[in-house]
């Protein structure tokens, strides 16, 4: 709590705290008003840790310069300096677990997740045989789910082109826990006392995957992007039950009619607006008519739907409808 009034010391930006880590956020019309206005909140900054008698890990400080898509820089890029030392500068860095890069494209973040999956997925594959068949939903839980599930509703929204590895990832996980082990294996024995010659003939069968389709089903588990429709379904439930975070409750403009309707402001990609179109799109199926109900029920409810929304349509391949939350209403 030493820190906590650390917002205070100016009002030229927007101070963001957790714990230790304090991130500090500075917006201007221009490039040059944007670094003016960063120059002059860490004089203030700097002049706080000076009458605390706190100091600065300049190692560890860095900033990054969000530009919209549209920007055409001048080539001389100002500096942020802080007690005459310059601010180093960067392209990516890591915000509660979760990579930011500057373009806000989360390839960083995908692409280390990625890497954590396919360790986790191989973490899998070895002890699998040691484990109870009972315990591999536990350990998929546990072990992948828990990554691929940390704060997607901030990223799940990526390009399509930035979640297909993460998507193939995903299937190939199930295939290992739960799919048909030895008929796999059997494929790569070769040996002719194992298999007659005809059966050792590589034809376009053996390249054939297992669908994981029938899989997902039986252990009732969502795919990648149900997983987001998921989180941020529930988020956006909290969010209206407890009305908190105050923040982001009061981004959200409810229905004076209806006070589980939200209204919804022009399109854009923010996490308000893609949140409040989802909820609108599932508060019927829900049977929400108030906040009363209880967190696990709505959870539970949620699940079955999208469960249901999942293997509504082909049993073995996949395909968009399995994740167009529009498609509820038919259900």
């Known amino acids: 709590f030493y820190i906590n009034d650390i917002s205070n010391c100016s009002n030229l930006g927007k101070f963001v705290l957790f714990a230790d880590d304090t991130n500090l956020f500075v917006e201007g019309k221009t490039e040059e008003e944007a670094f003016k ?13 000076v009458l605390n008698k706190l100091h600065i890990n300049m190692t560890k400080c860095y900033y990054i310069h969000f530009k919209p898509k549209s920007f055409k820089g001048t080539g001389s890029e100002e500096n942020l300096v802080l ?11 890591r915000f509660l677990g979760v990579i930011i890069d500057e ?13 954590t999956l396919t360790y986790a997925t191989s973490i899998l594959n070895r002890i699998q045989k040691n484990v109870p068949e009972h315990l591999f939903r536990e350990l998929y839980y546990t072990l992948f789910e828990s990554h691929l599930s940390y704060c997607i509703s901030v990223w799940g929204d990526a390009a399509m082109c930035r979640l297909q590895p993460l998507w193939i990832t995903q299937k190939h996980c199930i295939r290992v826990l739960f799919g048909d082990r030895e008929k796999f294996l059997n494929k790569f024995k070769t040996c002719a006392r194992t298999r007659i010659f005809e059966d050792q003939k590589l034809d376009s069968s053996f390249f054939d995957k297992e669908p994981s389709k029938p899989l997902f089903q039986t252990n009732n588990i969502l795919s990648l992007f149900n997983l987001y429709t998921y989180h941020c379904i529930m988020e956006i439930f909290k969010i209206l039950k407890f009305h908190y975070p105050i923040p982001l409750y009061t981004s959200y403009n409810i229905s004076k009619r209806r006070q589980t309707t939200l209204i919804l402001d022009k399109p854009s990609q923010t996490f308000i607006y893609r949140s409040a179109a989802l909820w609108n799109a599932v508060v019927k199926k829900l049977k ?16 079955q739907l999208l469960l249901g929304l999942q293997h509504k349509d082909l049993p073995t391949s996949w395909s968009t409808e399995d994740y167009n939350v529009s498609k509820l209403a038919c259900l």
């Open 83 to 93: 007690n005459d030392i310059p601010v180093k500068k960067t392209d990516q860095t």
């Open 288 to 303: 929400v008519t108030d906040y009363s109900d209880n967190v696990s029920s709505v959870r539970a409810r949620l699940k």
């Open 103 to 115: 373009k806000l494209s989360w390839e960083p973040h995908t692409a280390n997740l990625k890497r």
């Open 37 to 49: 206005n960063g120059n002059e909140i860490l004089i203030c900054l700097n002049r706080y840790m």
